[in-house]
């Protein structure tokens, strides 16, 4: 029961956060339009924000990944998107157009908490028998915000004008952050990394330390064949006098050295 409305809370948070994202967008091509009447202007606002979710991308996932709470960190990206979309709202037609630009380009550095932030936290939420149809489910809310962003953003600019439409996005952000995914009392947590310290153990393959495992167990130097040795190593040589040992065919004589006699 309780994975089940861990995997529910998940996959709402997931459809608001993203739908609010599919809609902010359009929203703020819209609002710049009827702010400033100027095409370029509203376009440079969506292409702002565009760019800066590209760029935010990987320093988003590195500081997820890292951060022992990364529930609490989606939250605040989703809580300072929602606020960046207010500001941009606020700015347009009242600054320059520099400072809604700006503000628009720092609130998309936070959009890929979203998509690959938001879904990278699913292990965290479901035990490993229900990750294929969580992974589905995960999916679906990108194609259902995709559809429902754009026509949420029509309505509400045809209803109450294109602020309306920023306004919408930015409530249903904020909606999201209250939802952000929480760990399963039953699913595995992460591996922690260090940085610095490499990859955690994987104690589930051989070891390949010299002692044992893959490698094998360290085995000792045979022991060199001789007279008095033996499979199970050297034997103390007999008492009395030993036969010398020949010399290999083919070896020179030897020869005695002046005066030693024969």
Do not use: N
Not at 21 to 43: I, V
């Amino acid at each position: 029961m309780r994975e089940r409305h861990a995997l529910a809370r998940y996959a709402a948070g997931a459809a608001l956060a993203r739908t609010g994202d599919e809609m902010a967008g359009p929203a703020l091509l819209l609002a710049g339009l009827a702010a400033t009447g100027s095409t370029a202007t509203a376009s440079a606002l969506l292409a702002a924000s565009t760019a800066a979710a590209a760029v935010g991308g990987p320093v988003a996932g590195a500081l997820l990944d890292r951060s022992p709470r990364p529930g609490r960190l989606l939250a605040a990206a989703l809580a300072g998107y929602a606020a960046g979309l207010v500001a941009v709202l606020v700015c347009l037609g009242r600054t320059p157009v520099a400072v809604p630009l700006l503000i628009a380009a720092v609130s998309g550095l936070l959009a890929p908490a979203l998509s690959g932030g938001w879904s990278a936290q699913l292990p965290r939420v479901a035990v490993a028998p229900d990750l294929p149809r969580a992974t589905a489910l995960d999916a679906m809310t990108f194609h259902a915000a995709a559809l429902a962003g754009p026509a949420l953003t029509a309505a509400a600019a045809m209803l109450h004008g294109a602020g309306a439409a920023v306004l919408t996005a930015a409530a249903l952000l904020a909606l999201a952050a209250a939802a952000t995914p929480r760990p399963s009392a039953t699913a595995s947590p992460r591996a922690r990394v260090r940085p610095g310290h490499g990859l955690p153990a994987d104690r589930s393959q051989p070891s390949t330390h010299p002692g044992g495992g893959a490698a094998g167990p360290v085995r000792s130097a045979p022991v060199p064949s001789g007279p008095y040795s033996t499979p199970s190593g050297p034997h103390p040589a007999p008492a009395g006098p030993q036969p010398a040992p020949k010399a290999p065919l083919g070896s020179p004589p030897s020869v005695s050295p002046p005066g030693s006699g024969r």
